[in-house]
Structures are given as structure tokens and as C-alpha cells.
């Protein structure tokens, strides 16, 4: 059995973390990296792609704080890697 989480399951803990997302898009890598050692235990590697104006004027290692905090508790048992793309939601002249 699986111990890495469900793209719901951290869908469900980021827009709880980051209710003014507007764009929210997780895609699954595990099987990209079978055989890799962090991955034999079954822990996931995930790709966040993420706007929300809350990350308006934040430099880049706060955006990326803010969905590390929401995930933190998996890290590295049940998610072994995430890369972030955390940016400002564009505004409606943009």
C-alpha cells in the first residue's frame, strides 16, 4: 500500500491553506522516479503549480514556505519530493 497522498488530499490541504488560490494544479511524478531511493518507501514526488494574490510582493522562499507549512506533517513519509511554482495571481488588466 501506498503511503503518499492523493492529489485530493493535498488539493484539499492547500486550498484550506490558501483559500484566495486561483490556480491550483498538482500533478503526480512517482512514477517517473520508481527505483529512486526515496520513492522505495513508498513517499511520492509531486510538481505545484499555484497562484494566488496573497503571494502578491512576496519574495520567492515565502510563497514557497507557505505550501511547504500545509504539507509539512507528509514530508518526507508520505511526500519525499515537491517542486513548487508558486506566483502572484495575475490581475484582471494583466
Known sequence: MSRK???DEIRARLVAALPDA???????????HVGHPGAAGGAG???VRIRAPRFAGMPVMQRHRL??????????DRIHALSIDAQPAPTPSQ
Open 5 to 7: 497522498p492523493g492529489i
Open 67 to 76: 505550501v511547504y507549512d500545509a504539507l509539512a506533517d507528509w514530508m518526507p
Open 22 to 32: 486561483t490556480e491550483l494544479v498538482i500533478d503526480d511524478d512517482s512514477a517517473a
Open 45 to 47: 514526488h509531486f510538481r
